[in-house]
């Protein structure tokens, strides 16, 4: 039994690690998140949640999307704390009128469980998008994400 839960389990406290990988776009996957909107942007993404019990372990992405590493608490919910990320990251966009246009994420997002042994791996890939985008496309990149999924008949 790893260290870290011997602890916990022999003192009967509950423990949970629960980590969530999301991507989601801008409208239309309009390529408006340019290297100093992202700065910005993913700075903001990470501090402002904290203060609403929201860990944002990495966030980082491309011109027309974002990846958000985060912890999920057992009161919280996926499509939760991603909508709420979008929505504040959204208004925070438009009221300090980053963009010549009003911004928008698109509805949809993705989102994969991500184990505890592999937070470091998924934070490395998260922190490399840029050079990860200079030689393959969103497109790519979620056709990749689709297949590690396991597809039930």
């Known amino acids: 039994m ?3 839960f011997r602890g916990n389990i022999m003192q009967g406290s509950n423990t949970t690690f629960i980590y969530i990988h999301a991507i989601w776009c801008t409208a239309g996957k309009q390529p408006v998140l340019t290297p100093i909107v992202r700065k910005v942007l993913f700075a903001c993404m990470k501090k402002s949640p ?3 019990g929201i860990q944002v372990i990495a966030v980082n992405g491309g011109d027309e999307h974002v990846h958000c590493l985060f912890k999920l608490m057992p009161v919280q919910s996926v499509s939760a704390i991603i909508n ?3 929505s504040e990251s959204e ?3 438009n009221n300090n009128k980053f963009l010549p246009d009003p911004f928008e994420w698109d509805d949809v997002y993705s989102a994969w469980s991500v184990s505890p042994s592999t937070i470091d791996k998924a934070v490395e890939y998260i922190s490399r998008q840029e ?3 200079q030689e393959k496309t969103l497109a790519e990149e979620l056709t990749a994400f689709d297949r590690m999924v396991i597809h039930m008949s």
């Open 50 to 52: 904290e203060e609403k």
């Open 2 to 4: 790893p260290e870290f």
């Open 131 to 133: 050079a990860y985008h």
């Open 84 to 86: 709420q990320l979008k």
């Open 91 to 93: 208004n925070w966009l």
